[in-house]
């Protein structure tokens, strides 16, 4: 188990080496072929990809780790056949039943990034549940990215600062990186310090763009559905020994 470091903020005036990052998100990419590989349904892939989920976050957990951010369901994942959207939404739905008590007992506060207005009703009654019971544990932040692109985050920060602006609460030149930053759905949580993308591929795929502009990234072979403790902490080793400059020397 990795020992806990200080904490340090991802920031241009804090550069250096880091230890472990206070904020990991993860792109969690490889379900289908994990399936495919062998002869087994999608499904199958995405049932073994939330053991993943469940083992990557008893390691973060162990590993001090702040926030955990897990991209489960992104805003251009509703152009999937409907057959395998409904599986999802089953594991979403089993996942919050299933899984909540253990979250809670943990000391994990639940938080959900995107947009829940196009889930079933019963799917977002069952997510605002279950963040609500756990708002009040402080051990580590667990963020659900559900419906989420990073690009309309950003077009609905840019549409409430502009309503700031129209009403005459602000100035447009007062709009700053900081504004913008505070508009987010990630405005509480702490910087992105670590992106981690299974599968091999090697892209962001429209996740936390803003917030990775200043973060390491991690591309690894292993699918989702094999990635474990072993390689989470694998992956902050990696981190670990990388040197952060933020644009300095």
Not at 164 to 170: L, N, Q, T, W
């Amino acid at each position: 188990m990795i020992a806990k470091a200080a904490r340090t903020e991802a920031r241009p005036d804090s550069p250096g080496n880091i230890g472990v990052p206070r904020h990991v998100a993860i792109i969690m990419d490889g379900n289908g072929r994990w399936a495919k590989a062998r002869g087994l349904p999608r499904v199958a892939g995405h049932r073994q990809g939330a053991e993943s989920v469940r083992k990557v976050i008893r390691a973060a957990g162990e590993a001090g780790i702040e926030c955990l951010t897990l991209y489960a369901f992104s805003s251009e994942n509703w152009r999937r056949p409907e057959t395998e959207i409904n599986d999802l939404m089953g594991l979403l739905r089993f996942y919050l039943g299933s899984e909540l008590d253990a979250l809670h007992r943990e000391g994990i506060r639940l938080r959900i990034i995107g947009d829940l207005s196009a889930f079933k009703p019963d799917i977002a009654q069952m997510v605002e549940r279950a963040v609500a019971r756990t708002a009040e544990n402080t051990r580590m932040t667990l963020v659900i990215a559900l419906n989420y692109g990073s690009r309309n985050e950003i077009v609905q920060a840019a549409r409430t600062l502009a309503g700031r602006v129209a009403s005459g609460e602000i100035a447009p030149d007062v709009i700053d990186e900081a504004a913008v930053n505070a508009a987010l759905d990630t405005s509480d949580l702490p910087p992105l310090d670590l992106v981690i993308r299974t599968s091999g591929e090697r892209r962001l795929s429209n996740f936390l763009l803003w917030q990775a502009a200043y973060a390491e990234l991690l591309f690894v072979d292993t699918l989702w559905p094999d990635f474990d403790g072993n390689a989470l902490r694998a992956a902050l080793v990696d981190f670990a020994g990388r040197e952060r400059r933020f644009g300095g020397l």
